[in-house]
Each structure stands twice: as C-alpha cells, then as structure tokens.
C-alpha cells in the first residue's frame, strides 16, 4: 500500500478528475502527433508519443485505459506505419502490462523520478520492436532507432506536467500535506 | 460533475497476467495471419480510410506555408524562369518530334517482325505524400490509390529512371517499395552486351547490389543497366542502374556488383506510376495469363 499518498484525491484533482473523454481525447491527440509530416533526416528520432501517452494513463488511471486500448492503438499504429498487422499492438501491450504491474509504484514518484523509473519500458520498446522485426527476416537492424527511446524518457517530463495539468494532480502538494499531517 | 467509473466492489474479471497472454496470443495471430498468409489487406484498407483523412488534414498546413513562400518570390526570378522553361519548352518539342517519328518507325519495324505490340503504359503522376517511419523498408506512400486505377504490382518511375513497384493499395492512396529496398528486385540487362541480371536492393539509401553473379560475367564499372522486361512487370528499356564496382567471389562461387540507381530514388517529391492501358493483344486468344506481356512472349 502507497503511505505517501492520500486514499481519496484531493483539491484541484477532486474537481478535475481524469474521464474517458479526456484519456481518449489525449490519445487521438498524441496519436495524430506521431502522423504529422516529420523531416526525413530526423524520422528516427521521433518519439512514440501514442505509447507515452497510452504510459500516462495507465500509471495515473488504470481503470479507463489498460490492455483494450493499447491493443486498438497499437493496430491503428502498425497501419499508419505500413508494417505487419499486430507488430506495434503486441508491442504496445507488453508495455501496458509492465506499467500495470508496477503502476501503484510509479504512481507516487516525481515527474522527473518517474521519467527515469520508466525509461526501461520507453527503451525496451524500442528494442522489442527492432527484435521482432529482426525475427521476422526483414533484414538489418538500424540500431540509431533505438535513440528515439531516450528522446521519449526526455519528453516524459512536460508531457506528464501537461497531463498532470488537464487533470489537477499536484504531486509535491499531495505529498506535504500527508507529511504535514503526520 | 463528469462521470467517473468507480473501482469494482468485487473483483470478477481475468488476472492481469491472462488478459496480457490472450491479447499477446491474439497480437501474434494477426502476426501469423499478415506476415505469412496476408489475408487481412481488406482490413488495413479499412482502417487506412479512417487515418488517411487525419493525415491529408495534418500536412495541409504546411503545404499552406509552403505556398505562401511561393507566392513571395521576385519578379525576377519568375521573369528568369520563365525564359528558361520556354527555351525548355522548345528543346523538349523537338525531341517530342523525334520521339514521334522513332515511334512510328518502331511500330513498323515491330509489324515487320511479326511481333505481337507490346502493352501501351499511361503514366499517372502522383505526388508522394509521406515516407513510413520504418527502420527495415524503403518505402513512401503517394496519393495515387485504387480509385485513380492503380494496383498492386505496378512499376513506379520518375524523369530519370525506376524508382519502385507498387506493393500496397489503399482507396486513395498507394505504398510504394523502393528499388532500394532489400527485399525488392528488378530484371535488367547491361546495355553494353546484353547481359541479364537481377539488381536488388540492399537496404542503404543510395546503392544496389548484383548478389549472384556469375564469376566469369563481363560486367564493368560504368556500364548502363536497363530493364530488361522479360518479367513482365517492368516494361522494357527504362533506366536502372550505374555499374560502381564488381567484387571477385569470396568464399561463395558468386562474384558481386554494387550499383547506383540512375532514378531518383527516394529524392523527389512527384514521380509517376505505369498504368498499363488495355490493349487487345493475343492474350486474350490464349486465355487467362498473368500479364499480356509474358504470355506474348511465349508465343510461337
């Protein structure tokens, strides 16, 4: 059980819980960031901002997100990429159940804490995906994708300060106030 | 106050671990069914007419800004082009005369030959609207689809040479594979001497590779590869490739060339696709054949 959080949320997160039309809202908007018309020279440093988004929401409000949703962004991905049916769905479910499993965790840490507490997951996806396509024969890997992993754990920080903002978190407060309390 | 789901007073769903195996279970299906019997191109087509339109809206600002740039130039600059694209313009005229009359001659020569007329191609220009952020494939999507008569297997050519085959096709849209693609390939022969090979692609960006050639073969650095349209896909005679260097066999029997396409490949923004016009030829005696193309031919 997380001591350092409240049970009930409180304050600004009270009035302006997370909703569905918010986390669906979020993630068609992240989604339709990955589809914009990004320079060639620097395709492979574009992060997966569906997957980031898809991290957030499953940390922070497990309930209105979770495998399902991962499954279907993960098909509209792999079609907008043009690559075989199920390859990012798969992928994008490993991470989901990785961050459901460890999300009570993550949960309680500081946005920068929580960058680095996730970086294996923003990584490993990237590896997992140049892995499976290496196993399914189609040909070299370029290793330099990998980068566009760690250029997700950079961008962990204002995405989660704006999410945090579009749904009233606030971590430090939340947190002296159990400790004001004690 | 907005409806929130309230957490289950009982817990009576699956355990997190099985619904992961079973949308994992699920996820490699598809795999399976895409990778190896590629029954789901009704599918992706489906799905591909819901994001095509978010796509096109997502693009059009900046074709928006890049026509306000335009639209600033000089006067001088477009009083020079002018000129220049009017001295073009009669350059080109002329060879449109020349082509005429070589065309003619050749449809002469061809009815002397008893050969049956090759398929007449229409090129259909299409503009490419984004590249697939795959790091495996070479590949660019172009706003020509199904409903502009394309269709899968099509060769796709810009001004100076071959630059794909068109793999995917969506209602508005085409995925085109690069020649530099390493799972694609092109018949050609060497202008030189006639000698037929296969150019495919190796992955990098700028080259292509002979894989297996003959030791003995007479393939030079600077030699001109043609297709040479024995496939029946590529229409004979359209630019491939530059002969760069040839590497001696080592520890295969096969010596290797490395090449470098003549077509832009994966440099301009418009190139056009090969629509093959329906011309009565003696397939149609024959019955059904793959290509009219093959079946001519084969021919007696």
Known sequence: MNTLQPLLPQGAELIRPPTRTKVFGSLSLAFGVTLLPWLEDIRWLVPDFTLMALLYWNIHAPRLTGLGAAFVFGLLTDVARGVFFGLNALVYCAATFVALLVHRRLEGFSIPHQALQISPILLGKELLLLTLGLALGRGTVDWRWLAAGLVAVLLWPPMAWLFDRATGRTRSSATAMQQTSR | MPHTPHAPLFVREMGLPLRFGLYAFFCLLLLVLDARYATLAGVRAGLNALIHPVHIALAQPLDWMQGI????????????????????????????????????????????????????????????IETTPDPFARRIIINRGQSHGVSAGLPVVDATGLVGQVTRVYPWSAEVTLLTDRDQAAPVLNLRNGLRIIVSGQGSDTLLEVRFLDMHADLRPGDLLYTSGIDGIYPAGVPVARVLNTEPPRNTPFARAICQPLGGVGQYRHMAVLVPTAVPTPTEKNGAAPSPHVAGSKRP
Do not use: C, W
């Open chain 2, 69 to 128: 740039s335009r639209f600033l130039v000089k006067h001088a600059e477009l009083a020079r082009d002018n000129r220049h694209f009017i001295q073009r313009q009669e350059l080109l005229d002329a060879g449109m005369r020349d082509r005429a009359t070589l065309l003619a001659e050749n449809t002469r020569l061809r009815a002397l030959l008893a050969l049956p007329p090759r398929p007449g191609f229409t090129l259909l220009a299409g503009e490419v």
